[in-house]
């Protein structure tokens, strides 16, 4: 069955939309996939989010959705673009996603918070996706775990609205509910 282009804007969709388009969403099994390490891809993912290949913006966003389904971490940290036959080195600047909306849905501990990333995909904050807040010298950065060791920094708008949200919603600390798992402000130590 061939896969629908991702939804542009959350508002028009229910929660429940929302969720039901997460778990749709099929990856292929890079984990399970060790092929042979084959040099660098010449690919660098840019802190806002933008993909370049040998320096030059890559502009057609299916073929970013394309190379993001087979991006993997590994477990030094780094970052690669792996197939059954190939493994290729990645650059990325910060997190490998951006997550530009978020959709809100109840109050309090029965918030749910669904996320749409700069690539399309869907993610639901929960204990299976926590939202985290890393100290840095230029103040918080707050990430949204994807998965396998993938990030989404959240674009500056969304961590305006989950901050108002985290200060408004009457927990102490400060923080942010969503799928039963609470997420303080506080950077972890």
Same mark, same amino acid.
Not at 13 to 24: F, G, I, N, R, T
């Given at each position: ?11 028009r ?12 969403r ?7 996939? @060790?092929?042979?390490?084959? /040099? ?14 040998? /320096? ?13 389904s087979?991006?993997?971490r ?19 600047e910060d ?28 993610v ?8 985290r807040?890393?100290?840095t ?6 990430y ?7 990030e ?6 969304v961590?305006?609205?989950?901050? @108002?949200?985290?200060?408004t ?12 798992a609470?997420?303080p ?5």
């Open positions: 069955m061939p896969m629908l282009p991702p939804p542009d804007d959350l508002t969709l229910s929660l429940a939309e929302v969720a039901k388009l997460a778990d749709e099929r990856l292929p099994p890079v984990a399970s996939w @060790n092929p042979t390490h084959c /040099g660098d891809s010449e690919m660098r993912i840019a802190r806002d989010g933008t993909w370049f290949h040998q /320096g030059s913006p890559i502009g057609r966003p299916a073929m970013v959705r394309l190379f993001s087979i991006l993997r590994e477990p030094d940290g780094g970052y690669v673009l792996v197939t059954p036959v190939e493994k290729l080195d990645i650059e990325v997190a490998p996603f951006v997550a530009v909306e978020v959709k809100i849905d109840g109050a309090g501990r029965d918030a749910m918070l669904g996320f749409r990333l700069n690539t399309g995909d869907i639901l904050a929960g204990r299976d996706h926590p939202v807040f890393a100290a010298a230029d103040g918080p950065h707050p949204l775990s994807v998965r396998g060791g993938l989404a920094l959240l674009a500056r708008s961590w305006y609205e989950l901050a @108002n949200l985290a200060l919603n009457g927990s102490e600390p400060p923080g942010l509910w969503s799928n039963g609470f997420f402000l506080e950077p972890a130590p």
